[in-house]
């Protein structure tokens, strides 16, 4: 007698939680029974490995896909005929137990968890469709499957009710299983047939019982009570299932079932499911030795099974240690464990835990269907995957240094992509008609260019990776046509794809943006302001694509290769969100046909960080190191060569005709009195609103503070072409570029002080090199007030003078405002304009021009004995300075360095020549402001003296404060004095 056997003696039944094709067609099945199995049941993990590993049903789907069936409809058949096959080998259990045993258990669509009738209809039919009296339906004891499970065991149909994890839910589920007998009687209906079990599920519990104890475990507490959470670890499953199955006692020696069982009614025996060791520290065995006895069911894993037959130790053992079980829960509520949140956290998760196999089965049999109505070659792909393998391996080992593992992990994601799925010109990079591709992992740059290569759209040798001669960076810029914005900062890229789906959007183009990400990459916060993004504003052609790895750097990935973390993160944000095996090419092109759907859609891809090559698949330590020659030519034999080559078609995502700028003239009007006081920010969205009427490819995007910065016109006026960004800068900036990549002409506006928060991506931004990107910092300096440090600007014009190729404007009033920010529109590159809150009196006629590169000279003449310098709201402090100063019989030269940068180094050198002093004053920090700048120009010229934020601000009134610092119209004056003497 096996321990199999020893199990039925003492009225537990031994059944697998396990059920493939394979098992059925190689006897395995037929031999487990003989050996002491008692029954099986289906699951949409083992199925989806199954068809994933296996060729086992693809003759069956190539039938049904030929016969017009339904993704559904190919399910159900081939899972009814392995259920309906297993049913009959197990037949025999059933007949000699007279029904008690032999069951085979299938389970209707997760998704109908929380469907009462759905559940019910859909019951029925798999009953009907397998035909077999020794079937089980798997319902879930959620609130809505109890009234599910009453009506159809009325009906006859068995029940394994499933996802149990408290006495509550077990006592509703045993309710209803007596009250459905009970109806039958009363209808005249025979009972004996009819049979249930309850399910439940142990390890669950555990898992995550144990890491609620250890957030409460306090390292290296003394003694105290004599009271230690770390008791408690893994004994809570045991416990609740002990106390349960005291509950089911009772329930059989009450007056109600004894009535029923006098006329035939089965035991609803309890089963226990979730039976595997998650915990490696804990027995092999945990919860299988502590809980056999009368009326039970334990549905074990195959490794579950083996160790019990190995050396399982069989003894009635559930009605042991009850009172230690009690004291264990009471425990528990005294740790501050509430067992009731416990168990309906656990039944949430539960039924998203069957969800997600089962969703990723059926993408993958869709797309096994689609590979017979529409042929893919997968081979082609796998092999294509397994060449760029072996190009990048060659390409960093020449280079000397880069990604190699990090590439290898995602050659079977882009062969997908670049050889089957996208719709994209090999000869054309420009095109706008096309699918495009942002890698975010831009660390992966060789598996980029390997692709390009082996798809001929470029023909630059790959060998010449990261030469200073050669346009394959080792992380991509558009250096190379292909790529649209430069990546390899880290949480960048999807910020960028934001922003390329958005301008699809308003150029009517039917493309897809595919972005690939990196999972360590997902704890940048960037990533989830994106997500935002994107799902807020309806982008339904982006495809993020997560490449789950599990590696980072320097150790493990935050979350392993648990997919579903992310999965759960990208849906909380509003995306559509698919896991597949990342190295199953039926799953991927599955869930890229899948994606064409409408989204934002993210795809989840658990992969292998160095796939293909043995020595270093998942290991650690190979971060950015290529093969030496020796590791090299070992790893390129195992990759083996596979000699494809494929063909990439010409195809476009339909017609494209760009839009027809409007015949006018492209110089705004403005109109202001003078002396009018208007702020500087709001001329800014002013002007704004004016070109946006006459440049349609201008768009504004805001960080939620639209109403500060000016811009709330053009949102008004223009609402398709505005975008609402809310608190996420990093992503607002981002997203501006991915506009600007895609030929627009994006104004992103927030504070000046909220732009530092997304300074890496504007460091980024340039190297993408934008024909035009304009970023606005509004209420710069402690000119703002009351509102204090927080929320001034102080840093930002060092900030973008900085960047190389940057343009830095600073208005002082509204005519240079509304000119300098139409100068923006012109000017190619990154142009930040700098405005201030207060209001400032109008100096310049509604005419002037305000070319980028040049200063106004407000007062000058021979007698000049200081050139004071200044811009925005230290202008006008220094014009009153002038005037005081004028007044005292000294001449001061007054400039307005509108651009900082490019500064106007001839009038300031000549400035300087003739004063021989200089005066710069400024609302920002001293280092790296105007000052520096204007040192820089003169040079030798003249000495430059400085007054600007040089301790650190506070609150107050725009005098105190210009005053506190020293930047006022009396300190301008008083420094004047002390430098004219």
């Not at 003696?9 to 199995?37: K, N």
């Not at 037949?91 to 007279?98: F, L």
């Not at 900085?802 to 000119?819: G, H, T």
């Amino acid at each position: 007698m096996n321990r199999m056997t020893e199990l039925s003696a003492h009225g537990q039944s031994c059944w697998m939680d396990d059920l493939t094709r394979r098992m059925i067609t190689s006897g395995e099945l037929a031999q487990r029974v003989e050996q002491g199995l008692r029954g099986i049941t289906s699951n949409p993990a083992i199925f989806e490995k199954a068809m994933a590993e296996g060729t086992d049903y693809d003759s069956d789907i190539a039938r049904a896909a030929a016969a017009g069936h339904s993704t559904q409809e190919i399910y159900e058949d081939l899972i009814t005929t392995d259920v309906r096959n297993a049913c009959d080998i197990l037949r025999p259990v059933y007949d000699q137990s007279v029904g008690a045993d032999g069951f085979v258990s299938l389970e209707v669509s997760p998704h109908l968890a929380h469907a009462t009738q759905a559940s019910i209809d859909e019951a029925r039919r798999l009953w009907a469709l397998v035909d077999r009296p020794n079937l089980f339906i798997k319902i879930p004891g959620t609130a809505a499957g109890v009234p599910a499970i009453e009506q159809l065991l009325f009906e006859g149909i068995n029940i394994n009710i499933t996802l149990l994890f408290s006495i509550a839910g077990y006592e509703a589920v045993a309710d209803a299983y007596m009250r459905a007998l009970e109806r039958r009687l009363d209808a005249g209906q025979p009972i004996a047939s009819v049979a249930s079990v309850a399910s439940f599920f142990l390890s669950r519990i555990d898992v995550l019982v144990d890491e609620l104890l250890q957030h409460r475990t306090v390292p290296d507490a003394g003694a105290g009570d004599g009271f230690n959470p770390e008791q408690l670890l893994g004994r809570a499953a045991n416990a609740n299932a002990k106390l349960a199955y005291q509950r089911f006692k009772r329930t059989l020696a009450s007056d109600r079932w004894k009535a029923l069982a006098d006329k035939g009614a089965r035991v609803q025996r309890m089963l226990w499911a979730s039976t595997s060791t998650k915990n490696p520290v804990y027995h092999d065995l945990m919860y299988v030795e502590p809980l056999i006895g009368p009326f039970t069911v334990n549905t074990m894993p195959k490794k579950t099974i083996a160790a019990l037959l190995d050396h399982g130790m069989i003894k009635e053992t559930v009605e042991h240690g009850i009172d230690e079980a009690k004291e264990v829960m009471a425990d528990l509520e005294r740790a501050g464990v509430k067992f009731d949140q416990v168990t309906a956290q656990l039944e949430n998760e539960g039924v998203e835990k069957f969800i997600r196999p089962f969703d990723s089965l059926m993408r993958q049999l869709a797309a096994k269907r689609d590979q017979h109505l529409e042929p893919v070659d997968l081979q082609s792909l796998e092999d294509m995957a397994r060449k760029l393998r072996h190009l990048v391996i060659r390409m960093t080992t020449e280079a000397g240094s880069g990604h190699p593992t990090s590439c290898m992990s995602c050659a079977d994601l882009l062969a997908a992509l670049f050889f089957h799925e996208m719709r994209w010109d090999p000869s054309d990079p420009t095109a706008p008609n096309v699918d495009k591709f942002v890698l975010s992992k831009g660390h992966a740059a060789p598996i980029l260019w390997a692709a390009l290569y082996e798809a001929g759209a470029i023909a630059e040798d790959p060998m010449s990776l990261r030469r200073i001669d050669s346009t394959l960076e080792g992380h991509p810029t558009p250096l190379n046509p292909w790529v649209q914005v430069a990546t390899g900062s880290l949480g960048q890229g999807l910020s960028a794809a934001n922003g390329m789906a958005a301008a699809n959007r308003l150029d009517k183009i039917d493309a897809r943006i595919y972005c690939l990400l990196g999972d360590g990459e997902c704890s940048e916060g960037s990533v989830w302001e994106a997500a935002q993004f994107a799902a807020l504003n309806g982008l339904s052609n982006l495809v993020a694509i997560v490449d789950v790895n599990g590696l980072g750097q320097s150790g493990p990935a935050p979350y392993h290769h648990d997919t579903g973390v992310l999965a759960r993160r990208f849906a909380a944000f509003g995306w559509r969100t698919l896991e597949v095996d990342g190295h199953n090419m039926a799953s991927i092109v599955g869930a890229l046909h899948s994606a064409r759907e409408g989204g934002p859609t993210a795809i989840i891809a658990r992969t292998v960080k160095g796939k293909g090559v043995s020595v270093l698949e998942g290991a650690s330590g190979w971060h950015g190191k290529p093969l030496d020659f020796e590791h090299m030519q070992a790893a390129l034999a195992e990759l083996g060569d596979t000699g494809i080559g494929l063909r990439v078609e010409s195809r476009r995502s339909g017609q494209y005709s760009p839009a027809q700028a409007p015949a006018t003239s492209r110089r705004i009007k403005v109109q202001y009195r003078p002396g009018e006081q208007v702020a500087t920010r709001q001329a800014y969205g002013k002007a704004l609103e004016k070109l946006g009427a006459l440049m349609p490819d201008i768009v504004a995007l805001d960080g939620d503070v639209v109403n500060s910065t000016g811009a709330e016109g053009f949102a008004k006026k223009f609402p398709e072409r505005f975008f609402q960004s809310f608190i996420a800068e990093q992503n607002m900036v981002g997203t501006a570029l991915g506009l600007a990549a895609s030929g627009k002409v994006p104004y992103a506006a927030t504070f000046a002080c909220f732009l530092t928060r997304a300074y890496d991506f504007i460091r980024m931004a340039q190297y993408s090199r934008p024909r035009h990107l304009v970023l606005c910092g509004s209420h710069a300096g402690v000119s703002i007030g009351e509102d204090g440090p927080s929320q001034m600007g102080l840093e930002d014009i060092a900030m973008f003078r900085a960047l190389i190729d940057s343009i830095v404007l600073y208005p002082s009033d509204a005519v240079s405002a509304e000119r300098l920010t139409e100068a923006a529109a012109h000017a190619e590159g990154i142009v930040y304009i700098r405005t201030t809150r207060p209001k400032t009196a109008v100096i310049y006629p509604n005419d002037e021009d305000f070319p980028i590169g040049g200063s106004k000279t407000l007062h000058s003449s021979n007698e000049d004995r200081l050139t004071i310098v200044a811009a925005g709201i230290t202008l006008h402090e220094a014009l009153a300075a002038h005037d005081s100063l004028e007044r005292k019989g000294i001449r001061t030269r007054i400039i307005d360095a509108y651009s900082v940068k490019p500064i106007d180094k001839e009038t300031l050198t000549a400035a300087a020549r003739e004063t021989a002093r200089v005066l710069v004053v400024e609302d920002h920090a001293v280092d790296g402001g105007l000052a520096d700048a204007v040192s820089a120009a003169v040079g030798s010229a003249a000495a430059v003296h400085r007054l600007g934020i040089v301790k650190l601000p506070r609150s107050g009134k725009k005098e105190e404060l210009l005053d506190r610092h020293s930047i006022s119209r009396r300190s301008i004056e008083q420094k004047a004095l002390e430098i004219a003497d």
